[in-house]
């Protein structure tokens, strides 16, 4: 089958290359010169584990191009794939979106369907299949079908290939028929639904986990208050199949390029429609209040930060991607900066993308030890594989004071009680083996 993808950033170019990895011949459209002979030579322009390697498998069946129209006009399926950011109101910009769909309108030679994979707002097809339909240059039928995305970065060839369910929106039996061809050799379940009932179980997915995320954060900052332990908590709860044990781990909240757009996007939609969410608020904003947690736990130990010497571990908003997209780093870094710190940062893999919107204001290291070295404190942002397995005797070896702030609970308590440091963690105790007053 003939595919098209719109657009090569995380939904375009996983889809893209797991629908080749299927055997299907397919042609990704990007705006980006540079970025088209990236793909075309065999790299990804994006670094997702395990992508570039499939690309490179897949090569012979796949097309990267700027030229829509050539692609498009005999294509059997177009996928839209490109971004809907989050608009100054909250609500999802869909003009790249449209944009496509004119271009769909103007090139397409044959009867296709073309398949919404972006995230956007429930109803969104049905003015897409009006617009196309307003805009035909030739006498064609077109079948538009939302086909929502559940991939996490990091995982998202994973999370394609082996999906937990597909999810197919339409309005005739004909873009059901196709799109069940398209997916017949994967491995999951397929949920046939109406278009808005589609759009609807993306948002309402990706609102749920952000719920579930804010919910054990809450109960996490309650726990320090009172003196229990959040892992304990998350551990005893996880045993009830009702709730699960996944999206339970505390920290400084979530980020990345869905869960923050999607819960202000689906909120302003209610809002249009005069009505509140009221859950989903209080997941926005408990998530905004989570990402100062750590700024607010250093006023236990510092006045001002000013002149202080601030390790950060960890810049991107989760390990295994250079996604900083809401990532609590933007926003607590700007703050020590302001304070007049002095920041040392490392990141295995978040470092260039970081440097782009502070490229002096800090300094980057290559390694954590030399980011720990006569520190006054440290930051841990991003759990990353390499902090969580740092010999914690090390932090008194290298640090000025060691105080750690770690945001994503990285280590055992037990452990850290070994080691001659302050620990001040989410949702537990705060280990101090250094016997030192906590003013």
């Known amino acids: 089958m003939k595919i098209a993808v719109a657009g090569t950033g995380y939904v375009g170019l996983v889809t893209g290359v797991c629908l080749a990895e299927h055997g299907h011949s397919v042609s990704c459209v990007d705006i980006d010169n540079d970025k088209v002979a990236l793909m075309k030579a065999g790299i990804s322009p994006i670094y997702e584990p395990g992508l570039e390697e499939l690309l490179v498998e897949n090569i012979n069946r796949l097309n990267f191009t700027t030229d829509y129209k050539a692609v498009y006009k005999d294509a059997d399926v177009i996928f839209i794939g490109v971004g809907t950011p989050e608009k100054q109101d909250g609500s999802a910009n869909l003009s790249y979106v449209y944009e496509v769909a004119d271009q769909?309108?103007?090139?397409?030679?044959?009867?296709?369907?073309?398949?919404?994979?972006?995230?956007?707002?429930?109803?969104t097809n049905d003015k897409i299949e009006d617009l196309i339909n307003s805009r035909?240059?030739?006498?064609?039928?077109?079948?538009?079908?939302?086909?929502?995305?559940?991939?996490?970065?990091?995982?998202?060839?994973?999370?394609?290939?082996?999906?937990?369910?597909?999810?197919?929106?339409v309005e005739d039996t004909y873009a059901a028929?196709?799109?069940?061809?398209?997916?017949?050799?994967?491995?999951?379940?397929?949920?046939?639904?109406?278009?808005?009932?589609?759009?609807?179980?993306?948002?309402?997915?990706?609102?749920?986990?952000?719920?579930?995320?804010?919910?054990?954060?809450?109960?996490?900052?309650?726990?320090?208050?009172?003196?229990?332990?959040?892992?304990?908590?998350?551990?005893g709860m996880g045993y009830d199949g009702r709730i699960g044990n996944r999206f339970l781990n505390a920290g400084i909240g979530y980020g990345g390029s869905c869960f923050p757009k999607d819960?202000?996007?689906?909120?302003w939609l209610a809002n249009f429609h005069d009505y509140e969410l009221k859950t989903v608020k209080a997941a926005i904003d408990v998530n905004e209040n989570q990402k100062l947690k750590l700024i607010k736990k250093s006023r236990k130990y510092f006045?001002?930060?000013?002149?202080?010497?601030?390790?950060?571990?960890?810049?991107?908003?989760?390990?295994?991607?250079?996604?900083?997209?809401?990532?609590?780093?933007?926003?607590?870094?700007?703050?020590m900066i302001e304070d007049g710190a002095n920041i040392k940062a490392w990141d295995p893999i978040g470092v260039e993308n970081f440097k782009k919107r502070f490229p002096n204001e800090i300094t980057y290291c290559n390694t954590i030890?030399?980011?720990?070295?006569?520190?006054?404190?440290?930051?841990?942002?991003?759990?990353?594989?390499?902090?969580?397995?740092?010999?914690?005797?090390?932090?008194?070896?290298?640090?000025?004071?060691?105080?750690?702030?770690d945001g994503r609970n990285c280590y055992d308590l037990t452990s850290v009680r070994k080691a001659n440091l302050i620990y001040d963690s989410i949702g537990r105790e705060t280990v101090n083996s250094l016997e030192l007053s906590l003013v």
């Open 104 to 123: 769909i309108a103007q090139s397409i030679e044959k009867d296709c369907v073309v398949v919404v994979k972006s995230t956007v707002p429930i109803g």
């Open 136 to 169: 035909l240059v030739h006498d064609v039928n077109v079948y538009v079908a939302s086909n929502p995305e559940f991939l996490a970065q990091g995982t998202a060839v994973r999370d394609t290939l082996h999906a937990s369910r597909i999810v197919i929106g």
């Open 177 to 235: 028929h196709v799109l069940k061809e398209v997916y017949k050799d994967f491995d999951a379940p397929i949920v046939v639904t109406n278009r808005k009932s589609a759009e609807m179980i993306k948002y309402a997915s990706n609102d749920f986990l952000a719920l579930k995320i804010s919910f054990i954060n809450e109960i996490a900052n309650l726990c320090e208050i009172i003196g229990a332990d959040i892992e304990d908590v998350a551990h």
């Open 263 to 267: 819960t202000k996007a689906l909120h």
């Open 303 to 335: 006045d001002s930060l000013k002149g202080l010497n601030i390790a950060v571990l960890g810049l991107t908003f989760k390990p295994g991607t250079d996604d900083l997209r809401e990532a609590p780093s933007l926003v607590n870094i700007p703050i």
């Open 369 to 405: 030890e030399v980011t720990l070295k006569d520190a006054d404190v440290c930051f841990i942002f991003t759990e990353w594989d390499e902090v969580k397995d740092f010999d914690l005797l090390q932090y008194s070896k290298l640090m000025r004071t060691p105080i750690v702030l």
